[in-house]
Antibody, heavy 118, light 110 residues
Framework: EVQLVESGGGLVQPGGSLRLSCAAS????????MNWVRQAPGKGLEWVANIKQDGSQKYYVDSVKGRFTISRESAKNSLYLQMNSLRAEDTAVYFC???????????WGQGTLVTVSS | QSVLTQPPSVSAAPGQKVTISCYGSSSNIGNDYVYWYQQLPGTAPKLLIYEDNKRPSGIFDRFSGSRSGTSATLGITGLQTGDEADYYCATWDSSLSAYVFGTGTKVAVL
């Protein structure tokens, strides 16, 4: 069974940093693109970033470019999101997502809440 | 502001049909497959339709998708109370080099 478990969220002051982690199990992690998606309280979904299997390609939504860095470590079956220069508008639940084979469905973590506030 | 526009809400009685539209442009829907996600209250999203009109295993055939030009549509037939959720379209936008979600549509069963 595929499981994704996020961690690392919490309360941080504006301008601060956080590193989110997503631990994957039950899947050959290194085989697939991985995504971070966020959802601000009461708002819709927003894709944040994704990363290719070998980490050679990364894409970001404009609002986080230069501030967030996505990375992965296959040896630990883990995905990361380093978030710097955090702003109030980054407050959201952050989900990691994996879609190995669309015909078989996709997988999401339970989400981790990031709150940026003074 | 999302580049994909959906109606904020749709509703119908149990057993009826609803359709949800998703409007984009030539750089997104007009250029790539559309995906649809269902998000039940308090849960993570779930892939409902992929590559415009395909259903992952385990998704009932009451859900269907289509794409034409720069718009896409999700249809739900035989509406059930368990279908009350938020629904999002999504696709890759080649101009933004980013995956984009629609604004989301809340489905209510009257």
């Amino acid at each position: 069974e595929v499981q994704l478990v996020e961690s690392g969220g919490g309360l941080v002051q504006p301008g601060g940093s956080l590193r989110l982690s997503c631990a994957a199990s039950g899947v050959t992690f290194s085989t697939y693109w991985m995504n971070w998606v966020r959802q601000a309280p009461g708002k819709g979904l927003e894709w944040v970033a994704n990363i290719k299997q070998d980490g050679s390609q990364k894409y970001y939504v404009d609002s986080v470019k230069g501030r967030f860095t996505i990375s992965r470590e296959s040896a630990k079956n883990s995905l990361y999101l380093q978030m710097n220069s955090l702003r109030a508008e980054d407050t959201a639940v952050y989900f990691c997502n994996l879609t190995p084979i669309p015909a078989a469905g996709d997988f999401w973590g339970q989400g981790t809440l990031v709150t940026v506030s003074s | 502001q999302s580049v994909l526009t959906q109606p904020p809400s749709v509703s119908a009685a149990p057993g009826q049909k609803v359709t949800i539209s998703c409007y984009g442009s030539s750089s997104n829907i007009g250029n790539d497959y559309v995906y649809w996600y269902q998000q039940l209250p308090g849960t993570a999203p779930k892939l409902l339709i992929y590559e415009d009109n395909k259903r992952p295993s385990g998704i009932f055939d009451r859900f269907s998708g289509s794409r034409s030009g720069t718009s896409a549509t999700l249809g739900i037939t035989g509406l059930q109370t368990g279908d009350e959720a938020d629904y999002y379209c999504a696709t890759w936008d080649s101009s933004l080099s980013a995956y984009v979600f629609g604004t989301g549509t809340k489905v209510a069963v009257l």
